[in-house]
């Protein structure tokens, strides 16, 4: 249990926004009726990693980078990860 009761709503509103880009409307004020619904299964994971091709940054092998995510459980803790 994440302990955010308001994650559905805020999960709905997130995918309006996402699948509706161009929508200047602030995504809170449309009603959650209007919004995507989603059901399904939440996982969260405390790190992740990205790889991704950076064109403008030739530095990795061929402009390919790999970046590292971690995840704090409070907003008080600091985490930092340098690569």
Do not use: W
Request: overall charge negative; charged content about 15%; hydrophobic content about 30%.
């Amino acid at each position: 249990e994440l302990g955010v009761p308001d994650l559905p709503n805020i999960l709905h509103h997130f995918l309006h926004s996402q699948l509706n880009p161009s929508d200047t409307h602030d995504p809170e004020h449309i009603p959650c009726h209007k919004c995507p619904f989603y059901e399904g299964k939440i996982h969260v994971y405390k790190s992740a990693c990205s790889t991704f091709f950076a064109p403008s940054d030739l530095s990795g092998i061929y402009g390919m980078h790999c970046e590292y995510i971690h995840s704090c459980r409070s907003p008080v803790q600091l985490c930092f990860h340098c690569n």
